[in-house]
C-alpha cells in the first residue's frame, strides 16, 4: 500500500518562502505522477502544480506559476514545492498526491485523478 508523508508547513509572514516536501512509499509505480493540492475551510481541493516525476514535465494551476516550483527529489518519488513571495491568501492546508501518470494530461491537475494522499502540512502566511 502506498503512503505518502508531507512536512514543510508552518507560519510564514507574507512576502516570505516555505519549501514543502513530499515524500511516497510501499508499492509505489514506476512511472508516478506526484501533485500538490491545497484546501481552504469549506472549499473543495484546489490544484497547485504536480508533476511527472521520470520525464520532469512540469503542470501549474491558474496563477501559480511563478511563485511556485515543484521539482523532483534526488530521491525517487520525492517531490518539492517551493513557495516565494506567500500571501495570506495562500494560507491552506497542502496535500501532496500520488499515482500513476494519467494518459489523458488534464488528468495532471485533477484531484479525482490520484488516489493516493498524504494527510496534508498547514501553510499560514501571517504577521
Known amino acids: 500500500q502506498v503512503q505518502v508523508v508531507e512536512s514543510g508547513g508552518g507560519l510564514v509572514p507574507p512576502g516570505g518562502s516555505l519549501r514543502l516536501s513530499c515524500a511516497a512509499s510501499?508499492?509505489?509505480?514506476?512511472?508516478?505522477?506526484m501533485g500538490w493540492f491545497r484546501q481552504f475551510p469549506g472549499k473543495e481541493r484546489e490544484f497547485v502544480a504536480s508533476?511527472?516525476?521520470?520525464?520532469?514535465?512540469?503542470y501549474y494551476g491558474e496563477s501559480k506559476q511563478g511563485r511556485f516550483t515543484i521539482s523532483r527529489g534526488s530521491a525517487k518519488d520525492t517531490v518539492y514545492l517551493q513557495m516565494n513571495s506567500l500571501k495570506p491568501e495562500d494560507t491552506a492546508l497542502y496535500y501532496c498526491?500520488?499515482?500513476?501518470?494519467?494518459?489523458?494530461?488534464?488528468?495532471?491537475?485533477?484531484?479525482?485523478?490520484?488516489?493516493?494522499w498524504g494527510r496534508g502540512t498547514q501553510v499560514t502566511v501571517s504577521s
Open positions: 498526491a500520488y499515482d500513476r501518470i494519467p494518459i489523458n494530461p488534464e488528468n495532471y491537475r485533477s484531484s479525482e485523478w490520484y488516489d493516493y
Open positions: 510501499g508499492g509505489t509505480f514506476a512511472n508516478p505522477a
Open positions: 508533476i511527472s516525476w521520470n520525464v520532469g514535465q512540469t
